[in-house]
């Protein structure tokens, strides 16, 4: 964010349109934004006992005094699974079992609960807040008891099973990172990759890279070049010596140049930063799951020299990284929109009474997973917009957090720890904010450049996260080593498949319940009436569940997804009997039979397919054959559970 003639402007570029993200606004608009804020009376106490803490001359709030951050046996780890991913969790603990062996053996040294795994009861449970899961653990607010929950702490799960919110608030009080993949072997490829680079000796070189992208007549992107990456890198250089910084200039941060610095060869460093516009996309737009966070570069001429679509040519997207590349013991900054994740709702527009959906669901973009695939250890993101003032505070430079916590990463802090400071930065930004929305609430005038900044800044600092796990380290070699190669990758030994699943369930009888009812050597304890009601709900409860898995086989034999469409939503209604919409056109429609044979209709336009809306229906027909697939299980384990009765 960046004030000029009374306008603020905001980093994100939307690929589709080609303009801002968030259009400029005036501080007055912004401040009525502010004003509608309600912050979370049960978040803002933990977050003003952070700040409270903090300013007592507390520096190690986050673990309780006498914990050594940098040894896990003093700190613990653990990993928290998502109870809604019960099915799916035994297949990637599996995957997982080199870095859980090894952080186990880390943490357990001395004390074996020092290592958890939360899971199956013990998991992250569905609409759970950050202190419910604590309580439900033992402890609560406060400095980090590794006695009770371990400091780093590991969530594995896409944030629709373990929601943002959730990250943010644990993360206030510990040490927390998040790895999700698509696949086995990708969890696989991190897992052991991460312990490759832990256990030989320091290889990486003391090098950093900052990639320093100013588009022609963009404010947001000339900002970050002149009042952060000069700066922060000028810092850096003085007090690490013994590292080799290096800046790019923004003829020099172009895609192909990129490319070359995430390769694996002679370019690539130890840290790499960069500053650009993040890529946001429309709601279902069908670039926006694998392209959104994406970083736009130096190619693109500028706001004013380009209208319309975005070309993939000016962003860098995982796409663009080598299945080759080797970056193992890497670690990457990315500031800009949608660089670590994309929300479902819109975390902005809400303050202003609405909260619209502007993604299918929550999703961690995919550049830093491909980073971690290909070797690289963690990386540090926004979660929805990022703003400006990260680094601006008054029209002034403010790059302390950014300082202190790359100061504490190079002289090999764990990444959870090191970025305690942008933490401790957003307790201290919601204790004032709450302050200050008080005193208006209270009849005081309020001060809009002051409220505004103080708003932008809070929603900033709090979005923050860590893709990949809070405990891994830079791997460098000591100061004024030789360097030395970066070891190949190690091939990824393949996960062993989990236990084939059971079959599906015939109808559960209930002869066993009737043997049981018609033992005659039974002593009878008054408790027959009781048995004979119980047989006859589970009966009932058995027939309804049998009935609803029938209607779910009849809807499976002939599932058929339709697409819609209106430039005018007041007139559509649904007409439930003929399951159809009224007021709009129907554009496209696929109808799949269990015998395997798919019938489409596809949309045309010009005479050329309508790729674009194609794509969108085609996401629609994935997610209701995998909302089918999931009603269907669970229909038939849940009948499965009652045959044991």
Not at 341 to 355: S, V, Y
Request: aromatic fraction near 8%; charged fraction near 25%.
């Amino acid at each position: 964010m960046s004030s000029s003639d009374d306008l603020l402007y905001f980093n994100g570029v939307d690929g589709e349109s080609g303009d801002y993200e968030t259009q400029p606004l005036s501080l007055d608009a912004l401040a009525k934004v502010a004003q509608g804020e309600k912050l979370d009376p049960e978040d803002l106490k933990d977050l003003k006992a952070k700040h409270e803490a903090k300013t007592s001359g507390l520096e190690n709030f986050a673990a309780k005094e006498g914990v050594d951050v940098k040894d896990l046996a003093s700190t613990g780890w653990g990993v928290i699974f998502a109870a809604s991913d019960e099915t799916k969790t035994p297949a990637v603990r599996e995957a997982l079992r080199p870095l859980l062996d090894h952080r186990r053996a880390q943490a357990a040294k001395q004390k074996t609960h020092y290592y958890k795994e939360y899971s199956g009861k013990e998991a992250y449970r569905p609409n759970e807040t950050k202190n419910d899961f604590l309580t439900r653990h033992g402890t609560g607010p406060g400095p980090a008891d590794p006695e009770k929950v371990p400091y780093y702490l590991l969530i594995v799960g896409d944030p629709e099973a373990i929601p943002y919110r959730f990250q943010f608030q644990l993360d206030v009080q510990y040490a927390v990172g998040r790895i999700y993949f698509d696949t086995l072997e990708e969890y696989a490829a991190y897992a052991q990759r991460v312990v490759q680079a832990e256990t030989q000796p320091p290889f990486l070189a003391r090098r950093a890279t900052f990639f320093n992208v100013s588009n022609p007549n963009d404010r947001a992107t000339q900002l970050s070049a002149t009042k952060l990456i000069a700066p922060l890198s000028a810092s850096m250089a003085a007090d690490q010596p013994d590292w080799d910084i290096s800046v790019l200039t923004p003829a020099d941060s172009t895609k192909a140049r990129l490319g070359s610095i995430l390769s694996g060869g002679a370019e690539t460093p130890s840290v790499l930063f960069t500053a650009s516009h993040g890529m946001g996309f429309p709601n279902g737009d069908p670039r926006q799951l694998p392209h959104g966070g994406a970083l736009l570069c130096q190619d693109w001429p500028g706001p004013g020299a380009h209208k319309g679509k975005i070309p993939t040519d000016f962003y860098f997207a995982a796409d663009d990284v080598s299945s080759n590349a080797n970056l193992l013991g890497m670690m990457a900054f990315f500031f800009a929109c949608y660089g670590a994740g994309t929300p479902k709702l819109d975390e902005f527009a809400h303050k202003m009474g609405q909260r619209p959906q502007i993604a299918p669901h929550s999703f961690l973009a995919r550049l830093p997973r491909r980073l971690l695939t290909q070797g690289a250890l963690a990386a540090v993101g926004h979660v929805e917009r990022a703003w400006g003032t990260s680094f601006i505070w008054g029209n002034k430079e403010q790059i302390a957090v950014f300082e202190s916590s790359f100061k504490r990463l190079m002289e090999g802090a764990p990444i959870g720890n090191a970025f305690e400071y942008f933490n401790e930065r957003y307790a201290e930004l919601s204790s004032d904010l709450s302050s200050e929305l008080e005193e208006i609430n209270f009849g005081g005038e309020p001060n809009k450049e002051k409220l505004a900044g103080m708003w932008t800044a809070n929603n900033d600092a709090r979005s923050y996260v860590i893709i990949g796990d809070p405990a891994t380290r830079l791997p460098v070699k000591a100061s004024g080593a030789a360097p030395t190669a970066r070891p190949a990758l190690a091939t990824v030994t393949a996960p062993t498949p989990p236990a084939p699943a059971p079959s599906a369930a015939p109808t559960p009888s209930i002869a066993s319940v009737e043997a049981i009812d018609s033992n005659e050597a039974l002593t009878n304890y008054g408790i027959g009436d009781v048995f004979k009601q119980t047989k006859t709900n589970i009966e009932d409860l058995i027939q309804q569940l049998t009935n609803t898995l029938k209607q779910v086989m009849d809807d499976v034999t002939s599932l058929e997804v339709k697409t819609y469409m209106t430039d005018d939503l007041t007139t559509v209604e649904y007409d439930r009997e003929k399951r159809e919409f009224k007021g709009a056109k129907l554009r496209a429609m696929t109808r799949i039979n269990l015998d395997g044979d798919v019938f489409n209709c596809v949309p045309e336009r010009n005479g050329r397919v309508d790729e674009a809306l194609w794509n969108v229906h085609i996401s629609m027909v994935q997610q209701a054959q995998a909302n089918r697939t999931e009603m269907l299980k669970t229909a038939v384990g849940l009948l499965g559970s009652l045959k044991s009765l």
